[in-house]
């Protein structure tokens, strides 16, 4: 499932492929790759059909979710989930993405789009099976 999961998203240079297979293991091997995608399952689902953007938000965990994809952007993307995790949960619990103000919601939505697009290259999480 890993490696359907790197083919799908795109990878055709073996390096690349053998890197990323050999980094989701790695984080399976650690227990640390379901409660990923679990998370990453949610930002996808709830963002399907929204456009990534960089709109204004004001809630302090809009902020801190931003704030630290800005932070571990450029790191190897495993690691970056990893590190983002915590974060998303976090905005899950504390803000209503699907607010009633289009502007809100807009930009809510907006930043979970930017994080399952730059995830979505390095992988399709939704062809990963919990292994729990």
Same mark, same amino acid.
């Given at each position: 499932?890993?490696? #359907?999961?790197?083919?799908?998203?795109?990878?055709?240079?073996?390096?690349?492929?053998?890197?990323?297979?050999?980094?989701?293991?790695?984080?399976?091997?650690?227990?640390?790759?379901?409660?990923?995608?679990?998370?990453?399952?949610?930002?996808?689902?709830?963002?399907?059909?929204?456009?990534?953007?960089?709109?204004?938000?004001?809630?302090?965990?809009?902020?801190?979710?931003?704030?630290?994809?800005?932070?571990?952007?450029?790191?190897?993307?495993?690691?970056?989930?990893? /590190?983002?995790?915590?974060?998303?949960?976090?905005?899950?619990?504390?803000?209503?993405?699907?607010?009633?103000? #289009?502007?809100?919601?807009?930009?809510?939505?907006? /930043? /979970?789009?930017? /994080?399952?697009?730059?995830?979505?290259?390095?992988?399709?999480?939704?062809?990963?099976?919990?292994?729990?």
């Amino acid at each position: 499932d890993v490696v #359907d999961a790197v083919v799908a998203a795109g990878a055709d240079v073996p390096s690349q492929v053998t890197a990323r297979i050999n980094a989701l293991a790695q984080l399976r091997r650690d227990d640390a790759l379901e409660p990923i995608l679990t998370t990453f399952k949610r930002v996808s689902n709830i963002s399907k059909g929204a456009a990534a953007a960089d709109l204004p938000l004001t809630e302090p965990a809009g902020i801190a979710l931003r704030d630290k994809f800005i932070e571990v952007h450029d790191l190897e993307r495993s690691k970056a989930l990893a /590190l983002l995790k915590p974060a998303v949960d976090r905005f899950f619990d504390d803000v209503l993405v699907m607010a009633e103000e #289009d502007d809100v919601r807009a930009a809510r939505l907006g /930043l /979970l789009a930017s /994080l399952r697009d730059h995830f979505s290259s390095f992988a399709d999480f939704s062809r990963i099976r919990d292994k729990r």
